[in-house]
């Protein structure tokens, strides 16, 4: 084989290795982004849910939680907090809603992705119920009032005053081969 069959063969080599590796590497960047967010604190991923011990609230501060509601491109549905904003002491839980209707005349399926920022106070949010745990199925025409029972951790640092929680709202409704709606997989999940 001459020189420049070696240098073509090696080249090719390099380059498949290289295509290889950055497959790889794109297949595992969603796990360790999702370490890097659970590490770092950032992206305002929430991941304290459930139930919570309760302590006395400290009233000697208060912060402000503030609600945001979104939809996701092509989400048809009306979607908004009943409070944009509430005063909390940390450690006091609290409960507030969003409103949801479903303007279209077919049953649809949603789920709401919720996000805290800054992203450094996710961990002191604690959601002990929530209207994103489950998906939210409604009729066509249909409304809704959705509860949030939330507690604002007192280990909250001294500097942060203010915290958004922000909902998206996603349309996961499974669709049949014609382009409709299907009715029988969907459930509605209790509120």
């Given at each position: 084989?001459?020189?420049?069959?070696?240098?073509?063969?090696?080249?090719?080599?390099?380059?498949?290795?290289?295509?290889?590796?950055?497959f790889g590497?794109?297949?595992?960047?969603?796990?360790?982004?999702?370490?890097?967010?659970?590490?770092?604190?950032?992206?305002?991923?929430?991941?304290?849910?459930?139930?919570?011990?309760?302590?006395?609230?400290?009233?000697?501060?208060?912060?402000?939680?503030?609600?945001?509601?979104?939809?996701?491109?092509?989400?048809?549905?009306?979607?908004?907090?009943?409070?944009?904003?509430?005063?909390?002491?940390?450690?006091?839980?609290?409960?507030?809603?969003?409103?949801?209707?479903?303007?279209?005349?077919?049953?649809?399926?949603?789920?709401?992705?919720?996000?805290?920022?800054?992203?450094?106070?996710?961990?002191?949010?604690?959601?002990?119920?929530?209207?994103?745990?489950?998906?939210?199925?409604?009729?066509?025409?249909?409304?809704?009032?959705?509860?949030?029972?939330?507690?604002?951790?007192?280990k909250l640092?001294?500097?942060?005053?203010?915290?958004?929680?922000?909902?998206?709202?996603?349309?996961?409704?499974?669709?049949?081969?014609?382009?409709?709606?299907?009715?029988?997989?969907?459930?509605?999940?209790?509120?």
């Open positions: 084989m001459s020189e420049l069959g070696r240098k073509n063969r090696r080249l090719v080599l390099r380059l498949l290795a290289g295509c290889v590796l950055m590497f794109g297949f595992a960047l969603v796990p360790l982004y999702d370490v890097f967010c659970r590490v770092t604190g950032l992206n305002g991923k929430i991941t304290n849910t459930g139930p919570v011990a309760i302590e006395d609230a400290d009233i000697s501060r208060s912060v402000q939680v503030q609600f945001i509601g979104v939809n996701n491109e092509g989400m048809p549905w009306e979607f908004r907090p009943l409070d944009t904003a509430v005063r909390v002491h940390p450690g006091e839980m609290r409960q507030t809603a969003f409103f949801a209707r479903n303007p279209t005349e077919r049953r649809m399926i949603a789920q709401a992705i919720p996000s805290v920022a800054p992203a450094e106070a996710a961990r002191y949010l604690h959601k002990i119920n929530c209207f994103c745990f489950d998906s939210q199925s409604l009729e066509g025409e249909e409304q809704v009032e959705m509860p949030v029972l939330f507690v604002v951790d007192k640092p001294e500097h942060i005053r203010t915290l958004t929680l922000s909902y998206t709202l996603f349309d996961i409704t499974p669709e049949a081969p014609d382009g409709q709606a299907l009715a029988s997989e969907t459930r509605r999940s209790p509120l």
